[in-house]
Structures are given as C-alpha cells and as structure tokens.
C-alpha cells in the first residue's frame, strides 16, 4: 500500500524555520519525482515545489524562491522541505504527492501556522 506521512509543522514565528519531511512507503521512492503543495484557510491547493526522482533539478512557486528548499534521500525514502524566512501568508496545510506534474498519491498533510 503507498502511503506518504508528513511531518514536522507546527506554530512558528514570523522569520522562523520549519523542516517538514514526508516518509514513502509503500513504492519505489527514487522512481518517482516528488512534490509539495499546500492549502491556506479558505484557499484551492498550490504548487510549492518539486524534485525529479535522483534530485538533480528542483523547481519552485515564486513566491517561495530563496526561502524554501526541496530535497530528498533515496536511501531513506523521504522527501523534506526546509522552510525559512516564514511569513504569516505560509500558513497553509502541506501536503506531499507523488509526481509532478500529476499527482496519484497524497499524504494526510502537516499543518505550518505562522504567527506571533
């Protein structure tokens, strides 16, 4: 069974860090390139970023260009995203999916609050 668990939100302060990971089970990880997306309250799903299958390109939102990083470790079969310099407008649910463009499977979601 595929499964993809993200971890790693919580409340943060605006300018802090936040490190999610999402644990693949399930399949193949490093068959598969990986991405993230979020929703905010009252908002449809957006693109943050992605990564191919071996993580030799990454492409991001503009918006989340110079502040977040997308990255993944085949050997452990988990997809993480370093978040810095938050802002209040990140606050949103994440989620990882498998693919990109197209998504087949998606995790529960990891809620990032940005707050003082």
């Known amino acids: 069974e595929v499964q993809l668990v993200e971890s790693g939100g919580g409340l943060v302060q605006p300018g802090g860090s936040l490190r999610l990971s999402c644990a693949a089970v399930?399949?193949?990880?490093?068959?598969?390139?990986m991405t993230w997306v979020r929703q905010a309250p009252g908002k449809g799903l957006e693109w943050v970023s992605s990564?191919?299958?071996?993580?030799?390109?990454?492409h991001y939102a503009e918006s989340m260009k110079g502040r977040f990083t997308i990255s993944r470790d085949n050997a452990k079969s988990t997809l993480y995203l370093q978040m810095n310099s938050l802002k209040s407008e990140d606050t949103a649910v994440y989620y990882c999916?498998?693919?990109?463009?197209?998504?087949?499977?998606w995790g529960q979601g990891t809620q990032v609050i940005v707050s003082s």
């Open positions: 999916a498998r693919g990109n463009p197209e998504y087949d499977y």
């Open positions: 990564i191919t299958w071996n993580g030799d390109t990454t």
């Open positions: 399930g399949f193949t990880f490093d068959h598969y390139d």
